[in-house]
């Protein structure tokens, strides 16, 4: 195959899913279109369904909303036995290539998509050139498109090189509800990976720069509080109800309250709220569901234990019930600068690399913080890498593209680097 023909191939593979969104745990069309590219090269293993997915599985839609989005994938045209070993909402697929001794490497890539209505103006190149969103009010409005595609094209210049060892292509479900990392890590599969990647399009950088290590990674708590009290007449006897409306608000007031801490950085948010059925009746239900970071683990935890706090005492002082459950959660974590290094390395020598910056901030969270952690912890190295792109939107809005560049781009440098961490070894004090 000739590389123009490799790149048209992932520029098409990228629009297929770009076309076809899915939120988390609902990515079956994604999943299958993945697995199908995979089942077509070389690959010792992929690695589907409950296998791939360990302990607790957070935030998952219920069967209805499963069902629903497993019927769009299969009137879309996904496998119908790929659907079948997804099962329930167990989406996201793992890559194996085995190629003799050698270290093992692992590649992360997430797949899922935003609820956002996409734009659908001439000027709007998926729109203009037609692979907009098929779903309306769903779009790949963070690149998740282009990092499946950083995924597939890896694995092909891996099979087509001299590489010693094995990779491991972890392509994650969740990262948008920081749902999908946890599951991956509990289920051994990263075990034996010593050196890990990870990779994020765009992220304000343009077309041709590359960063070889984002830090600043916030740590992350998203939570749902629910509130059950007592109606009664608004009118007639409103000291007979137990208000869960009141109760919610004052815990969003309370929250906003937290104070700050001298170790760094935190945040808190109440994002959704609603209760109450009619003007006229003390409501007897509420909720809020929120979220607190840290610009470390500690502090996110600090604001956790915090928010749990005045959750609790809003309902005491309402005289009404809470149930607090944790949808997602991610921990912060920092870029090896062996791997650092590497990165721009490579980068500085890719013909198609323009500029390298050695780190950047984040300034967000994301839950390949998890599996960054995990290596790390078994004395591995990790680094997450920037790809720029010149997109016309930012993240998470209706005008957000992938200049389509930016895909070979992001499969020299992180196969560059798979190539090179696999012959190289850096020192590590990696134990399994």
Known sequence: MSS???????????????????????????????????????????????????????????????????????????????????????????????????????????????????????DHVPAAEGFRSETEGYMHACGHDAHATFGLGTIDRVLDSDFEGTLKVFFQPGEEQIVGGEPMVASGLLDDVEYFFAAHVGLDHPTGEVIGGMDGFLAVSHFRAEFDGEPSHAGGHPEQGQNAVQAAATAIQNLYAIPRHADGATRVNAGIVGGGTATNIVPEESFVEGEVRGETTELMEYMDEKAETVVQSAADLHEVDVETSRLGRAPSATSDEELVELVTDVAGETATVDSVLDRDELGGSEDATFMMDAVQSNGGLATYVGVGTSHPGGHHTATFDVEERSLEIGVDVLSGAVLRVARERPATTFEN
Request: charge should be negative.
């Open 4 to 122: 123009q023909t490799a790149a048209d191939e992932l520029v098409a593979f990228r629009r297929d899913l770009h076309r076809h969104p899915e939120p988390a745990w609902c990515e079956f069309y994604t999943t299958a279109r993945i697995v199908a590219a995979l089942r077509d090269r070389d690959v010792d293993e992929v690695l589907t369904g409950e296998q791939i997915h360990g302990g607790e599985r957070r935030n998952v839609p219920d069967a209805d909303e499963l069902d629903e989005w497993r019927q769009r994938a299969l009137d879309a045209g996904a496998d119908p036995a790929v659907i079948e070993e997804i099962g329930e909402g167990y989406t996201g697929a793992v890559a194996v290539v085995e190629r003799g001794d050698g270290p093992t490497v692992g590649l992360r890539v997430d797949i899922d998509a935003l609820p956002i209505r996409e734009a659908e103006d001439g």
